[in-house]
């Protein structure tokens, strides 16, 4: 089953805006890493922040982690058309076992 | 250096038979994951190999079957395929110790069950 929900499950924006997806859990975690994902190929691992972390970033990516909400959000600044793709978010409860869930998702098109 | 890969591509089956799906780790990479995806979802863990051996199982059948060998590539064997199997099945790898927690996944293998 998954983890928890993401928000909103579309979003389409123009070039240059930025974009906000959110993402819930459920359980208590020691980690949350986001993910991107093509075209229903393979993932690309994004960013990971650690549960005792509140905020990261990487290059246009910025990723806030609230766990008393249990609730996570990856910004993406300035998109670009090459940024359509489809965002998850995925847990690790217990370090030392690498075991993913994942949410839901977000499919984000960015027009030109 | 070669990253995650798969194979087959892409593969079409009838209810009832079986298949194998291989994966061969990222370079200096020991441990295995799969994963199911079905359409419009995002990926459910089935199951994670490390040393040979199924370390940790996800909420799937005994259907659902896997091997790895002492080169860290793995297998997944799914028999008494039903419809609802047809999915992107990822194979992610990443090193059991060393403290990086982020997976390597392949292209996956799109599998149809008719």
């Known amino acids: 089953s998954q983890q928890g929900e993401e928000d909103p499950q579309a979003l389409s924006i123009q070039e240059g805006e930025n974009a906000t997806m959110n993402c819930s859990y459920k359980?208590?975690?020691?980690?949350l890493q986001w993910y991107r994902q093509n075209s229903g190929r393979g993932l690309v691992h994004l960013i990971l922040i650690r549960s005792n972390e509140r905020e990261k970033h990487s290059g246009r990516l910025r990723v806030t982690l609230d766990t008393s909400k249990k609730s996570s959000s990856l910004l993406i600044t300035a998109s670009r058309a090459a940024d359509t793709a489809s965002y998850f978010c995925a847990t690790v409860m217990n370090t030392g076992f690498q075991k993913l869930v994942f949410g839901t998702g977000t499919r984000l098109l960015v027009s030109p | 250096d070669a990253g995650v890969t798969q194979s087959p591509t892409h593969l079409i089956k009838t209810r009832g038979q079986q298949v194998t799906l291989r994966c061969s780790p990222k370079s200096g990479h020991d441990t295995v994951s799969w994963y199911q995806q079905a359409l419009g979802q995002g990926p459910q863990f089935i199951f994670q190999?490390?040393?040979?051996?199924?370390?940790q199982r996800g909420n799937f059948p005994d259907r659902f079957s896997g091997h790895q060998f002492p080169n860290y590539s793995s297998e997944l064997n799914v028999n008494a395929l039903l419809l609802g199997d047809s999915a992107l099945y990822l194979c992610a790898s990443s090193l059991a110790t060393g403290g990086s927690e982020k997976l390597f996944f392949g292209s996956g293998t799109q599998l149809s069950v008719l």
């Open positions: 190999y490390y040393e040979e051996e199924e370390r």
């Open positions: 359980t208590s975690i020691n980690n």
